[in-house]
């Protein structure tokens, strides 16, 4: 066998164990914040992001739900993560965003104080949560990220909705 044959054989069996490896797996995430604190939503549950508008209030809802708004003629509730997750409520900004998010066949707004990325990483960059998280948002979240050096809750979506579900039982 020549040298070529050896060289193109070698480079075949590297791609075979390449094609194999996981690293390759990725996760989109979209990076947002919540006061000063960065957190994370999985990228698959989102199905857009808007800007603030006029929130309708609706009587008797809970307090985790703000109200509700019209997003192309679809009647859309908002969630309030800051009471959901136990955070100081500051009055919305230019910089406010609603992250439209299904799961689990429920479809709702997240008011956020602003979205600063949308990015895809390697699944080796997600971490198992860590001990010292927040009480307050601990059982939302699935999981952890580096983002800027900084370590970013992923917040699951779908225990989210479920325990907004739970509380209107």
């Not at 194999?20 to 604190?37: A, P």
């Not at 999985?42 to 209030?57: C, L, Q, S």
């Not at 439209?100 to 429920?106: K, P, Q, R, V």
Request: net charge negative; with cysteine; hydrophobic share 35%.
């Amino acid at each position: 066998m020549d040298q070529t044959q050896q060289i193109i054989n070698t480079i075949k069996e590297h791609k075979s164990v390449l094609d194999e490896d996981t690293s390759y797996e990725v996760i989109e995430l979209v990076i947002f914040k919540i006061d000063t604190i960065s957190y994370g939503f999985y990228g698959r549950d989102i199905k857009e992001i808007i800007a603030y508008n006029t929130i309708t209030f609706v009587p008797g809802c809970p307090e985790t739900i703000m109200g509700i708004i019209n997003v192309r003629g679809d009647i859309e509730s908002v969630l309030n993560l800051h009471k959901i997750i136990n955070k100081p409520t500051s009055p919305p900004s230019r910089h406010s965003r609603i992250v439209l998010a299904e799961c689990d066949g429920i479809r709702s707004g997240i008011l956020v104080d602003s979205v600063d990325d949308v990015l895809t990483i390697s699944k080796h960059e997600i971490f198992d949560t860590i001990s010292t998280l927040d009480q307050g948002i601990r059982s939302y979240v699935d999981c952890i990220t580096m983002y800027q050096n900084n370590y970013v809750p992923i917040i699951d979506i779908g225990k989210l909705f479920q325990t907004i579900t739970n509380q209107q039982k």
